[in-house]
């Protein structure tokens, strides 16, 4: 099999592609290290959480640390989360163009393999999980059921999104247990506020499988909402911005953290004014530009940490 035959067909050109040895590129491929932004789409609530725990304590002293544990973490674990995907929708996904070309419907990973590779990543995720407090550990180990199912919802719900929501947010939880040993209302705003977010990009990306989805069979927020997806994004990002300001206003952040959440709010608003769902490219550049968007909030809530630390 050739390099290019074996190549994913919406990921080229990356890094995977060019630099990795041949004989890991179908494990990298299995894990989306070729594509990166679901890990960085991940990683972000754990970091607004972090950021925002680490304000509320007045305390920045340990926040690089878990900033840098929470970026391992959520690579690793995104990509375990996407090996049991694969495993789960491989008949799926040898029915859908754009996605018969990953590793197991292409052939070049066994379902065994991926399995072992699935254990592998799990085993480094929990060696991260280990560096927290007991509290944190529990809270983590908490999100697996959520993400065990996710895959098999898309195929009895409209609303797959909503569950997606739940595990790509878990991380918002994760900084409060990590810092504060504890979940209280801010945490749950935060982490209400990112699945909305969630709903509303993972809605986008959508778009780029909805006439494959709806030959097969499978439902999404993309087909439900079709041609008002632009009034939803309009209703799910609008939520997401106003329960972000109920947490920062619980945790009485200071105005760095509320100009980052006024950029992420003109971000997602113009997500919404340039949007066209008949066009799957532009579908996914809008929904790569979440990582943007998660990083102004994050530089604000990052801003107002330390300066809430330096004025004790």
């Known amino acids: 099999m050739s390099d290019a035959a074996g ?27 070729d594509r990166p932004i679901g890990s960085w789409l991940l990683l972000i609530p754990c970091w607004w959480s972090a950021a925002l725990a680490a304000g509320v304590a007045h305390d920045i002293g340990r926040l690089p640390l878990v900033v840098a544990l929470f970026f391992v973490g959520a690579f690793v674990m995104r ?14 996904d040898a029915r859908v163009e754009r996605t018969r070309s990953r590793p197991i419907p292409a052939g070049q990973v066994s379902v065994t393999q991926a399995l072992v590779f699935l254990v592998v990543q799990a085993l480094v995720g929990l060696a991260v999980l280990l560096q927290f407090n007991r509290f944190a550990i529990l809270t983590g180990i908490a999100s697996l059921s959520i993400v065990a199912v996710y895959p098999f919802m898309k195929r009895i719900t409209w609303w797959p999104q909503i569950v997606l929501g739940l595990a790509f947010s878990w991380g918002a939880l994760m900084g409060f247990a990590v810092t504060l040993g504890r979940i209280d209302a801010t945490a749950a705003a935060l982490y209400a506020g990112s699945i909305c977010w969630v709903i509303g990009y993972d809605t986008i990306y959508a778009h780029q499988d909805a006439e494959d ?41 200071g105005l760095p953290a509320w100009l980052g959440l006024a950029a ?22 809008i929904f790569r530009s979440n990582r943007d968007a998660g990083l102004l909030l994050f530089a604000g809530l990052l801003a107002d940490a ?4 330096a004025f004790v």
């Open 213 to 253: 989805d709806a030959l097969i069979g499978v439902k999404s927020t993309a087909l439900l909402f079709g041609a008002r997806t632009q009034a939803a994004l309009i209703v799910f990002y609008s939520l997401a911005v106003v329960l972000i300001g109920a947490a920062l206003a619980l945790a009485r952040a």
């Open 306 to 309: 330390v300066l809430r630390a």
């Open 264 to 285: 992420f709010a003109i971000h997602l608003g113009w997500q919404i004014s340039r949007l066209e769902i008949g066009d799957p490219a532009l579908c996914l550049r």
């Open 7 to 33: 190549r994913v067909a919406d990921s080229t050109g990356n890094w995977v592609d060019s630099h990795a040895p041949r004989w890991s590129r179908p494990y990298l491929r299995l894990s989306r290290l």
């Open 79 to 92: 990509g375990a989360g996407c090996t049991w995907n694969d495993i789960t929708d491989r008949d799926l």
